[in-house]
């Protein structure tokens, strides 16, 4: 299946480095850039990139995903664009001037989406332009729900097929189904597994969640953790035991 794909896929994307520290993404799902600094200072050196969604950035706009990356931090803008192909790579070709590393796009957007977002991130060639494939709040009686048949496993994949074919360079999901997806894709893409919670911590709105040493085992090159880290006592703490989890 890989040798159909981009060549721009086969890049070696499932190991971002030997620093577990490029595995690891904070979630600064906060209101304030003032509530984001801190964050950010009390984790310190421990995490290299901060993902920044749409609660900070609908509350503060672009200025705090600047002064991210003007302080050294790399930002993983996850807005989730889905929309028409040209307004989609409008927003992607912005999100390129302000200096993210990754961004995400829904993968339900279609080809033609998907395609114009990925020609937008040109600019930036070091951009992973990230397809959302099954959100992880979301089970298979959901999809039911809204019109889609087969297990959330079958969606996954035929989305990160699709995703792949496009010029995505990675793909969001659960780590519930990196390893089929791995089977089936190959290596050479980068997983992002959101939902995922050390080992007994609240799972709070998500369905599909793992541990981070489980995610990394699945497949995921990255995880992303908000809430374990954010309110901890100790953040900066709690972001290197994890780290010594996804190491392990």
């Known amino acids: 299946m890989l040798s159909t794909l981009p060549h721009t896929l086969r890049t070696g994307l499932r190991h971002p480095g030997d620093d577990p520290r490029r595995r690891l993404i904070v979630a600064l799902d906060v209101s304030t850039a003032a509530a984001a600094q801190k964050i950010v200072s009390a984790v310190g050196d421990s995490v290299l990139t901060y993902k920044v969604g749409m609660q900070l950035y609908t509350a503060e706009g672009p200025q705090v995903v600047r002064d991210l990356v003007a302080s050294g931090r790399r930002v993983f803008l996850d807005l989730k664009y889905h929309d028409i192909p040209n307004t989609v790579g409008a927003a992607v070709a912005e999100a390129a001037k302000l200096g993210v590393s990754m961004l995400t796009v829904h ?3 279609g080809g033609k989406m998907l395609t114009t977002a990925v020609d937008a991130a040109r600019a930036r060639p070091d951009l992973l332009v990230l397809a959302v494939t099954v959100l992880t709040s979301l089970d298979a009686n959901d999809l039911e729900k809204v019109g889609i048949r087969g297990s959330v496993e079958d969606s996954v994949l035929r989305l990160a097929t699709i995703a792949l074919a496009n010029g995505c360079r990675g793909v969001v999901t659960s780590a519930r189904e990196a390893s089929t997806l791995r089977a089936e894709l190959g290596d050479e893409f980068a997983i992002v597994t959101p939902g995922v919670r050390p080992a007994g911590t609240n799972a709070g ?12 085992a699945a497949g995921a090159s990255h995880i992303v953790v908000g809430r374990p880290i954010t309110e901890a006592a100790d953040p900066a703490a709690e972001a290197r035991a994890i780290l010594g989890q996804i190491s392990g």
């Open 107 to 109: 993968a339900c957007g």
């Open 205 to 216: 709105d998500q369905v599909r969640i793992v541990t981070p040493a489980e995610a990394i």
